[in-house]
């Protein structure tokens, strides 16, 4: 019995200390693009269960630019099987996609790739909509399970035994039954640097790009009622206070001034 | 003429990187403070197939080649001058001879566990009184029998304490000149095998520099590496190499004080702006970046010419000879924009001026590099 893993990978775009905007958008010079933090868990993630499993096939599908495949070579060279890369001019000329937008793009993907089970980050670290894996599950029409920061999974019955973090600390112990959509956050494991050798491999692997065409979808998939309108920078409030030194004096300083600020008694 | 490096290389600088500023940058200072070679450094190097970066796939390495190579060195560099020597003491000098002089058998048993980075190689050239003119050694390798019997003293071997195996160089002809100097893979639990000193040193205390005694020490004859007499022509080459990887690290050394320099001048004020704003310091800073440029062309231009089977005599020793330099330079430099924070261990550019001068001296000394070159133009 083989397992199929579809892994959302995200190009983001991560902000210089300092930076312009200009338009709608950060000036791209102060932007750097790397591999969406929660993604990378779900990568590493994805490629354990291939480790420890039998004939389990790790496919990534990434939205983005032709820029983005050296975030995807990224995760194939940490042991993802191939990968998967849509793009088309009109989501170039759409902008900013929305989670619909995103959901329709992914569940064509889905359609098509017939997957176990779907692995996505919480959220990307850009946009942070934090909805795009929930609403993928919607659309096509999977079992889902958001915030998982803790799984174990059974490949012959397609189930996924979760721990979720919710909020206030609470943490929910729960079954999901595939195929279905995990939404992982950040933790769940400790994602591993790519090897000199995965990362060569890389190279060769598979990565097919499609058009909206390609997959059965037309122009009208990125009409969406989120627009853009304007982009500021938000006028930051407070001071954070960094204390320097070993964790036993800097724990006796931060408990100082918790008590100070009437955080705690005592 | 492509300046761009390939997107392979890239990713894998990118990914080295990575790996330095969170696992290397924390304890960098620290390891220096307690001379503290890092054994789980080199191990989770071993995992991530750098220990055998340009060893050949069929014996565990990870098949790249040089220019790849110096990547990596240059990225150990900007964070651990000290783990950075090491590595390249490991790979250029520890290891790549045997994959380019040794048997079938020889890469098998000693090779092979180097490029996986299951041990850790070393190389013994240098004795106490014979430095800058290598060839004029006394340790003697004698025949008896099936076996040779190696006796002498070998000086500044780095990780000869934490090494599985060191390639030592032996007069085998005392009347053979050049042609005299055979190669031989010693193990150091062999018999007669003595670590005599860990120097203490004025930086890279992280890396091991030992004086090892050879008292005798019985090799079986398949421990030759080559032919006997081969010993100095397998020096030069082995040199060449090692010379990138010495310019690699320096310019890495010269990156890593550059940044901390050029992140301290624009936050540093005085008379109310960043002293970045003084041209004084800011030409301190620019002259960090044109000089690393420099330093950085010429080691990936002989590291290119390398991989392409050309003769890298000059341009490597031109490579190292400037690096070295600038790395030095730079990094007083850097010192200098940080003013007192500069000089205490608080700040890295300290340790990266200490660590610096040594690849002035190692592989060959400027003044030898000089020499080297000297000789290339017909001088
Ligand atoms: C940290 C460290 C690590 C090392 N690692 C290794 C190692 O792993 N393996 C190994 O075999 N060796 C190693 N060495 C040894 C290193 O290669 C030698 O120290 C170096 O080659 C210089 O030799 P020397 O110290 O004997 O100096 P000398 O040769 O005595 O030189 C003294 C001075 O005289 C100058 N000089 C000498 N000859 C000439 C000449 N013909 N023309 C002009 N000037 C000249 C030199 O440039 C220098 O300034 C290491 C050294 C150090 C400090």
Same mark, same amino acid.
């Given at each position: 019995m083989s397992t199929k893993i579809l892994v959302t990978v995200k190009e983001v775009a991560e902000v210089d200390d300092e930076f312009e905007i200009s338009g709608l958008d950060?000036?791209?010079?102060?932007l750097e693009y790397d591999l969406n933090e929660w993604d990378d868990y779900a990568v590493e993630e994805a490629v354990q269960l291939s480790e420890a499993g039998d004939d389990v096939e790790v496919v990534t599908v990434t939205l983005g630019p032709e820029r983005s495949e050296e975030t995807i070579r990224m995760a194939l060279a940490k042991g993802a099987d191939r990968a998967v890369r849509v793009w088309d001019d009109a989501l170039a000329d759409a902008g900013l996609l929305d989670a619909t937008t995103k959901a329709d793009l992914l569940a064509a993907v889905v359609e098509s790739e017939e997957p176990d089970l779907v692995l996505t980050g919480v959220?990307?670290? *850009?946009? &942070?909509?934090?909805a795009t894996g929930v609403a993928l599950a919607e659309r096509v029409g999977f079992e889902w399970a958001a915030v998982v920061n803790d799984l174990d999974y059974d490949a012959d019955a397609n189930v996924s035994s979760v721990r979720r973090e919710l909020e206030g600390g609470v943490e929910e112990l729960t079954d999901v039954e595939g195929p279905a959509v995990l939404t992982i956050q950040t933790g769940i494991n400790e994602p591993r640097y790519a090897s000199l050798r995965g990362i060569r491999q890389a190279q060769r692997k598979p990565l097919d790009v499609h058009a909206l065409d390609d997959l059965g979808l *037309?122009? &009208?998939?990125?009409?969406?009622?989120?627009?853009?309108t304007s982009m500021y920078e938000p006028e930051s409030e407070g001071d954070a206070v960094v204390w320097e030194g070993s964790p036993d004096e800097t724990a006796d300083e931060l408990a100082t001034f918790l008590r100070e600020q009437g955080v705690v008694e005592g | 003429m492509d300046f761009d490096l390939p997107n392979e290389h890239r990713m894998i600088r990118d990914t080295v990187r990575e790996f330095c500023e969170a696992e290397i940058a924390p304890i960098a200072q620290e390891i220096e403070d307690e001379h503290r070679f890092p054994e789980s450094v080199f191990e989770e190097f071993g995992q991530l197939d750098?220990?055998?970066?340009?060893?050949?796939e069929e014996h565990d390495?990870?098949?790249?080649?040089y220019l790849m190579y110096a990547l990596v060195a240059e990225e150990l560099g900007r964070v651990s001058g000290a783990i950075g020597l090491s590595y390249v003491a490991h790979t250029s000098l520890g290891l790549m001879p045997i994959v380019m002089f040794g048997t079938a058998e020889q890469k098998e048993r000693w090779a092979e566990p180097l490029a996986r980075g299951e041990a850790m190689g070393a190389w013994a050239l240098t004795e106490p009184s014979s430095g800058?003119?290598?060839?004029?050694?006394d340790t003697m390798a004698r025949k008896e029998g099936d076996e040779y019997v190696i006796d002498g003293t070998k000086q500044f071997i780095t990780n000869a304490n934490v090494a599985n195996s060191v390639l030592v160089k032996s007069v085998?002809?005392?009347?053979?000149?050049?042609?005299g100097i055979s190669t031989f893979i010693v193990?150091?639990?062999?018999?007669?095998?003595?670590?005599v000193e860990v120097w203490d040193k004025?930086?890279?205390?992280?890396s091991p520099t030992c004086e090892i005694k050879l008292d005798g020490v019985r090799v079986p004859?398949?421990?030759?590496?080559?032919?006997?007499?081969?010993g100095w022509t397998q020096t030069k080459k082995t040199l060449n190499g090692g010379r990138i990887s010495i310019a690699a690290l320096s310019t890495g050394l010269a990156q890593g004080a550059y940044e901390a320099a050029k992140g301290y001048a624009t936050e540093r004020e005085q008379f109310g702006r960043p002293?970045?704003?003084f041209d004084a310091v800011r030409d301190m800073v620019v002259d960090m970046d044109r000089k690393i440029e420099r330093a950085r062309l010429l080691t990936h231009k002989a590291a290119t010419q390398y991989d392409a089977g050309e003769d890298v005599t000059r341009i490597s020793s031109l490579a190292k000879l400037d690096a070295s330099e600038i790395a030095r330079e730079v990094a007083e430099d850097a010192v200098q924009v940080h003013?007192?924070?500069?000089?205490?261990?608080?700040?890295a550019p300290q340790r990266f001026y200490r660590d610096a001068k040594l690849m002035e001296i190692g592989e060959g000394t400027s003044e030898i590099q000089h020499l080297v070159v000297g000789r290339e133009l017909g001088l």
């Open positions: 950060i000036d791209d010079r102060y959220q990307a670290a *850009d946009d &942070s909509f934090g *037309d122009e &009208s998939v990125v009409d969406s009622p989120v627009d853009l | 750098l220990m055998g970066v340009p060893a050949p390495g990870a098949g790249g080649d800058s003119d290598a060839s004029d050694m085998t002809d005392p009347d053979a000149g050049y042609g193990d150091p639990d062999d018999d007669g095998f003595e670590v004025m930086g890279l205390n992280a004859e398949d421990r030759l590496l080559g032919d006997e007499g081969d002293i970045g704003k003013g007192g924070y500069g000089y205490t261990t608080d700040f």
